[in-house]
């Protein structure tokens, strides 16, 4: 992930759009994996760009510190989302019907239930938990974690380790269930 | 726990060393000795291996260049509005037909300014003039880098004079009417379609509101235009006297919007009807005049000037701006009658029909394909 983090353009003019290049893609990809449907995806980055849109000075900061902040605002967003059941419920379906090429069609049903599954698990784990265990697992180091949840360093092992542990109980009792 | 009087290292060191992120090789021999460490790597490495394979088993999709332009270009519209109104109107989202549909709109708004000034335009010069009324569409083909252009220059406009929004815009009035309450709140019966060629799963009776008329008014300042200019290094583009307080009046009338939801509102159709868009000049200035400034802005794209030239019933035709990397269209007769513009998304997600019948605009957008969204377009009658 570090690789992408190069510098965008300093001009002020020049400066959103940049943004909005260098980290939409990848922001979209984390996004998605939240809510699994890219229509919900489009509309949380909308509103996470448009609240960077309401801070310039946060803009003027380097690339790093605005992805992290990107990250940690649009993973928000996305769980306050999910978090209500109807919601979840209409995105499976929705997932189904407008998404068929990320699912196969002899496995669809059970795979959805599995997805759904981890989503909510993971929306049960307290909020830096999910976003740690959600970051590492698609591919983040511990340095951009560390600035994402705004922790040190040397915490995130243990933020990590603890978030593994309670997503495993979590996930294996909703499997169960 | 400790061993041989070296202190275990922690759960959260030992969570890094999985991952070989923290000095990892140190911790190698202290592991070989240390049972307890062992069983607590054990757990940890397995606790990782279930939320890993969990989170892997998410789906991932890589947003594609259409994708990135279109949500772009959407943003670009919410950062226009003003500040109070995107706070307190969270987003909504219908589908991605109406989403091209409203941008269309928008557009066609701003560029029917335009419209209002091609060269057929040059016989009149009264005070208070009606120069364009949407009797019909066309589409106005344009490329990424011209859409750009062209909004690039009417936010502009806020430097060269002053934008009022006396009747607040695009507001919806709060709460549903009726079909019946409909009609006569925008002044016409309105249109329902056949709920046999619906397509299954949708609900047979639409939520029904109705967008208020607005008003854009857009009054020339000549000092304001001139600072504008000579900061940009166009102190060449001269606004004569007689521009400052002239005016544009771009009247957007009332809307009746149908939309047809499934039960979990994951699918809808939407149909708006309205009157037509009018656009008045107000002042002292020239047609001529007018049009030559407008059309000499800076940065205004010349493809899109030259279509809009070429159009020849031009004060009744409403461009409707169609982005080329994105829409494909064709122009069809609707309801057997009435020629209009089929828009179909290239993500094969929405597709939009917008025409006129009898001086009443009328467009129909969902997540259908083109060919059904038609046969729904053309089975709408007064019923």
């Given at each position: 992930?570090?690789?992408?983090?190069?510098?965008a353009?300093t001009?002020?003019?020049?400066?959103?759009?940049?943004?909005?290049?260098?980290f939409?893609p990848?922001l979209?990809?984390?996004?998605?994996?939240?809510?699994?449907?890219?229509?919900?995806?489009?509309?949380?980055?909308?509103?996470?760009?448009?609240k960077?849109?309401?801070?310039?000075?946060?803009?003027?900061r380097?690339?790093?510190e605005?992805?992290?902040?990107?990250?940690?605002?649009?993973?928000?967003?996305a769980?306050?989302?999910?978090?209500?059941?109807?919601?979840?419920?209409?995105?499976?379906?929705?997932?189904?019907?407008?998404?068929p090429?990320?699912?196969?069609?002899?496995d669809?049903?059970?795979?959805?239930?599995?997805?759904e599954?981890?989503?909510?698990?993971?929306?049960?784990?307290?909020?830096?938990q999910?976003?740690?265990?959600?970051?590492r697992?698609?591919?983040?180091?511990y340095?951009?974690?560390?600035?994402?949840?705004e922790?040190?360093?040397?915490?995130?092992?243990?933020?990590?380790?603890?978030?593994?542990?309670?997503?495993?109980?979590?996930?294996?009792r909703h499997?169960?269930? | 726990?400790?061993?041989?009087?070296?202190?275990?290292?922690?759960?959260?060191?030992?969570?890094?060393?999985?991952?070989n992120?923290?000095g990892t090789?140190r911790?190698?021999?202290?592991?070989?000795?240390?049972?307890?460490?062992?069983?607590?790597?054990?757990?940890?490495r397995?606790?990782a291996?279930?939320?890993?394979a969990?989170?892997?088993?998410?789906?991932?999709?890589?947003?594609s260049?259409?994708?990135?332009?279109?949500a772009?270009?959407?943003?670009?519209?919410?950062?226009?509005?003003?500040?109070?109104i995107?706070?307190?109107?969270?987003?909504?989202?219908?589908?991605?037909?109406?989403?091209?549909?409203a941008?269309?709109?928008?557009?066609?708004?701003?560029?029917?300014?335009?419209?209002?000034?091609?060269?057929?335009?040059?016989?009149?010069?009264?005070?208070?003039?009606?120069?364009?009324?949407?009797?019909?569409?066309?589409?106005?083909?344009?490329s990424p880098?011209?859409?750009?252009?062209?909004?690039?220059?009417?936010?502009?406009?806020?430097?060269?004079?002053?934008?009022?929004?006396?009747r607040?815009?695009?507001?919806?009035?709060?709460?549903?009417?009726?079909?019946?309450?409909?009609?006569?709140?925008i002044?016409?019966?309105?249109?329902?379609?056949?709920?046999?060629?619906?397509p299954?799963?949708?609900?047979?009776?639409?939520?029904?509101?109705?967008?208020?008329?607005g008003?854009?008014?857009?009054?020339?300042?000549?000092?304001?235009?001139?600072?504008?200019?000579?900061?940009r290094?166009?102190?060449?583009?001269?606004?004569?006297?007689?521009?400052?307080?002239?005016?544009?009046?771009v009247?957007?009338?009332?809307?009746?919007?149908?939309?047809?939801?499934?039960?979990?509102?994951?699918?809808?159709?939407?149909?708006?009807?309205?009157?037509e868009?009018?656009?008045?000049?107000?002042?002292?200035?020239t047609?001529?005049?007018?049009?030559?400034?407008?059309?000499?802005?800076?940065?205004?794209?010349?493809?899109?000037?030259?279509?809009?030239r070429?159009?020849?019933?031009?004060?009744?035709?409403?461009?409707?701006?169609?982005?080329?990397?994105?829409?494909?269209w064709?122009?069809?007769?609707?309801?057997g009658r009435?020629?209009?513009?089929?828009?179909?998304?290239?993500?094969?997600?929405?597709?939009?029909?917008?025409?006129?019948?009898?001086?009443?605009?009328?467009?129909v957008?969902g997540?259908?394909?083109?060919?059904?969204?038609?046969?729904?377009?053309?089975?709408?009658?007064?019923?």
């Amino acid at each position: 992930m570090a690789t992408v983090l190069k510098v965008a353009s300093t001009t002020t003019v020049d400066r959103f759009d940049a943004l909005f290049t260098l980290f939409y893609p990848q922001l979209f990809g984390l996004v998605y994996r939240v809510l699994g449907d890219r229509m919900e995806t489009e509309d949380t980055l909308q509103e996470t760009f448009l609240k960077l849109a309401d801070e310039p000075q946060l803009q003027s900061r380097p690339d790093p510190e605005v992805s992290a902040w990107l990250r940690r605002v649009s993973l928000n967003l996305a769980f306050n989302r999910i978090r209500s059941e109807r919601r979840a419920s209409a995105r499976t379906e929705r997932a189904a019907r407008l998404e068929p090429s990320a699912l196969h069609e002899s496995d669809g049903v059970e795979r959805r239930e599995q997805q759904e599954d981890v989503r909510r698990a993971l929306a049960e784990l307290p909020q830096r938990q999910r976003e740690c265990l959600l970051l590492r697992h698609s591919g983040y180091s511990y340095v951009e974690i560390a600035a994402t949840l705004e922790i040190a360093l040397g915490s995130v092992g243990v933020l990590l380790g603890r978030a593994e542990r309670a997503f495993s109980v979590i996930y294996r009792r909703h499997a169960q269930a | 726990m400790t061993i041989n009087s070296v202190v275990c290292p922690d759960l959260g060191r030992w969570r890094a060393w999985l991952d070989n992120a923290d000095g990892t090789a140190r911790f190698d021999d202290h592991l070989a000795s240390c049972p307890a460490c062992q069983r607590a790597v054990a757990d940890l490495r397995q606790d990782a291996a279930t939320a890993g394979a969990a989170i892997a088993s998410l789906p991932v999709h890589a947003v594609s260049k259409a994708e990135h332009d279109l949500a772009r270009e959407r943003l670009t519209w919410r950062l226009r509005e003003p500040t109070a109104i995107r706070r307190s109107a969270p987003l909504r989202r219908s589908t991605t037909g109406l989403r091209v549909a409203a941008g269309s709109v928008a557009a066609a708004v701003l560029v029917s300014v335009i419209v209002a000034f091609t060269p057929e335009g040059r016989t009149a010069a009264a005070a208070f003039l009606a120069q364009f009324r949407s009797r019909q569409v066309v589409a106005i083909e344009v490329s990424p880098q011209s859409q750009e252009a062209i909004m690039r220059t009417f936010s502009s406009l806020n430097d060269l004079g002053a934008v009022q929004s006396p009747r607040g815009g695009m507001q919806a009035a709060p709460g549903q009417v009726t079909v019946a309450d409909a009609g006569r709140l925008i002044g016409f019966p309105v249109q329902t379609p056949d709920p046999a060629v619906l397509p299954a799963g949708l609900d047979r009776t639409p939520r029904v509101q109705v967008i208020p008329a607005g008003q854009m008014r857009f009054t020339f300042d000549k000092a304001k235009a001139q600072r504008y200019l000579q900061s940009r290094g166009q102190p060449q583009v001269n606004l004569p006297d007689k521009f400052n307080g002239a005016s544009l009046v771009v009247s957007t009338p009332a809307a009746a919007m149908l939309e047809y939801s499934s039960r979990d509102s994951h699918q809808s159709l939407i149909i708006g009807q309205a009157g037509e868009i009018v656009v008045d000049v107000q002042g002292q200035v020239t047609l001529d005049e007018m049009r030559d400034f407008l059309l000499g802005l800076p940065g205004l794209p010349k493809s899109a000037t030259d279509q809009l030239r070429q159009i020849k019933s031009w004060t009744q035709t409403l461009p409707v701006p169609v982005p080329i990397d994105k829409v494909n269209w064709t122009s069809v007769n609707f309801q057997g009658r009435h020629q209009g513009l089929l828009l179909n998304d290239n993500s094969g997600l929405g597709s939009v029909a917008i025409w006129n019948d009898g001086g009443h605009m009328l467009a129909v957008a969902g997540s259908l394909k083109a060919n059904d969204l038609k046969v729904v377009a053309d089975s709408l009658a007064v019923r």
